[in-house]
């Protein structure tokens, strides 16, 4: 039998990331869920953030960011980046993170984390609780061990994690591939 929820107090399984803003000395991580590819071409995402954090001001000033991913190494760390506040702590140092300098955007990305997604604000939607930052993909960063020898990507091999009322997890074993359920059987001669 299913229960009914009230809107808002439902937590889907969601990607934690880790989101750096600024430069400098200004330079700042924030961990962000709501979080997600929203088109494919043009390349754009989102996150959205409580306008009351420290980053949101940064995020509306330079209106660029990068998305870290977060592997199992990093969930310390961005579990501190979501409960302790830049304005207080510089989390690069706090988490003994390395800013890496961006290829698109003037805000760093965080070194150890194997995907960054660079990306540039197009539009701050006003939603409520949250501000979404939309955003358009300026320059995907990947770890070499994470490509094929053919340039494909393999994001099973990063150890990602996801975070669903308010516990991280590791992300699981492959369950089929998209289309699987319709595709023909080879048969054998």
């Not at 960011?65 to 977060?70: A, R």
């Not at 770890?143 to 009322?165: F, I, M, N, Q, T």
Request: with cysteine.
């Amino acid at each position: 039998m299913k229960q009914h929820w009230k809107p808002g107090t439902l937590e889907s399984p969601l990607p934690a990331v880790m989101v750096s803003c600024g430069r400098g000395e200004d330079a700042n991580i924030l961990t962000v869920a709501w979080t997600g590819i929203v088109c494919s071409h043009p390349a754009k995402l989102y996150i959205s953030v409580r306008p009351e954090r420290h980053s949101h001001a940064i995020l509306k000033k330079e209106r660029e960011f990068t998305v870290n991913l977060t592997t199992r190494e990093l969930v310390r760390a961005a579990d501190t980046c979501g409960v302790v506040s830049g304005a207080k702590v510089n989390k690069f140092e706090l988490c003994r993170l390395d800013p890496e300098p961006g290829t698109t955007v003037s805000c760093p990305g965080i070194s150890q984390s194997p995907l960054q997604i660079e990306c540039r604000v197009t539009d701050v939607i006003p939603l409520g609780s949250h501000d979404m930052f939309l955003a358009d993909i300026t320059g995907i960063n990947v770890d070499e061990e994470l490509l094929d020898d053919k340039g494909s990507l393999h994001l099973e091999r990063a150890d990602l994690v996801s975070y669903s009322h308010g516990t991280y997890y590791t992300l699981g074993k492959a369950l089929g591939t998209f289309g699987f359920s319709v595709r023909k059987k080879k048969t054998k001669n």
